[in-house]
């Protein structure tokens, strides 16, 4: 079989389990992105995420996570929900949390994918990821033409802006390579002039350690107080700066189904966040990504926002 004929295999059966967009790009050192990165974490942007330390070599060139490898397929799952949360004084979630945790259903698609690859093309060796391990898959959606990273460091696509998952497969298997596009953030600043923490230090340049995600998930200690009142009442991640920005009136609902917001959460009032119990935090975010936090922590970024 030919690579083109390949290629179009795997983006017909990636279609088909429910991607949005996937591209190809061939698995090589990412120059580009390695002063990046280094910059970034000697200016401790990264604050108690220690795990970006972590491997550097590795996220920087896939050859070295599947041995041979020869491609790297990108893919984008949108999760734009048709709801949101009814009471607009109630404490906020990020809107990709709404529905089940993301890595349980990508995982699942992506193994079907790369076991549809090893029936139909022959023995490919490779690896799944998505957002849990050292891979650079925004940099890597770029190269693969599925959009262009944004001012607040996120992919936007051209089509339906940035409320997608990313995910790739690493193999051993050549493919045929897109190319990256433009970039069309023009002069716009929407994003960093809303950033209430001001995380977005300049173009494409998020000071991680100053991020409201990075407090409501990844921060095990108290929330500085210097940042009361600065939260927008957000208590797991955030989603300000890419509410605002303008390629994002092209959203549309996810066609999902485990990605489906729970009715629960979605009609919880300001009240019953403030007094949720820890049954309920089981039984609302049972298989949620807000599980992360844990409910200790999920309460104390409640306690924080309360003026």
């Known amino acids: ?42 200016n401790n942007m990264h604050g108690q995420m220690s795990y970006m330390q972590n491997y550097f070599d590795k996220r920087l060139d896939p050859r070295l996570l599947v041995p041979g490898a020869r491609s790297v397929v990108s893919l984008l799952l949108n999760y734009y929900p048709s709801v949101v949360q009814e009471d607009v004084s109630a404490p906020k979630i990020s809107k990709y949390a709404y529905g089940k945790d993301y890595h349980l259903v990508i995982k699942d698609k992506l193994n079907q994918l790369l076991e549809f690859i090893k029936q139909k093309i022959g023995e490919v060796d490779g690896r799944a990821f998505t957002d849990s391990a050292p891979v650079l898959d925004k940099a890597w959606a770029k190269k693969s033409g599925l959009g262009w990273i944004g001012k607040h460091s996120n992919l936007i696509n051209k089509s339906s802006g940035s409320f997608h998952f990313i995910a790739e497969l690493i193999i051993d298997l050549e493919l045929e ?20 923490t001001e995380a977005i230090t300049a173009p494409h340049i998020v000071n991680g350690s100053k991020c409201i995600s990075y407090f409501t998930i990844e921060l095990k200690e108290n929330i500085p107080n210097e940042l009361k009142g600065k939260f927008n009442d957000w208590v797991f991640g955030c989603d300000i700066c890419q509410d605002v920005c303008p390629w994002n009136r092209f959203s549309k609902p996810h066609s999902e189904p485990h990605f489906q917001a729970n009715a629960e959460l979605i009609g919880m009032k300001k009240e019953d966040w403030y007094e949720i119990t820890e049954e309920t935090f089981k039984r609302v975010f049972k298989d949620s990504a807000v599980k992360r936090t844990k409910f200790a922590g999920l309460k104390r970024n409640i306690a924080f926002i309360k003026i």
């Open 1 to 42: 079989m030919n690579i083109s004929h390949n290629t179009y295999l795997i983006r017909t059966e990636a279609k088909r389990l429910g991607f949005d967009y996937i591209g190809f790009s061939k698995a090589e050192f990412l120059e580009e992105e390695a002063p990046r990165l280094e910059n970034w974490l000697n």
């Open 177 to 196: 390579y897109d190319g990256a596009i433009k970039d069309y953030c023009g002069t716009c600043t929407k994003c960093m002039d809303a950033c209430p």
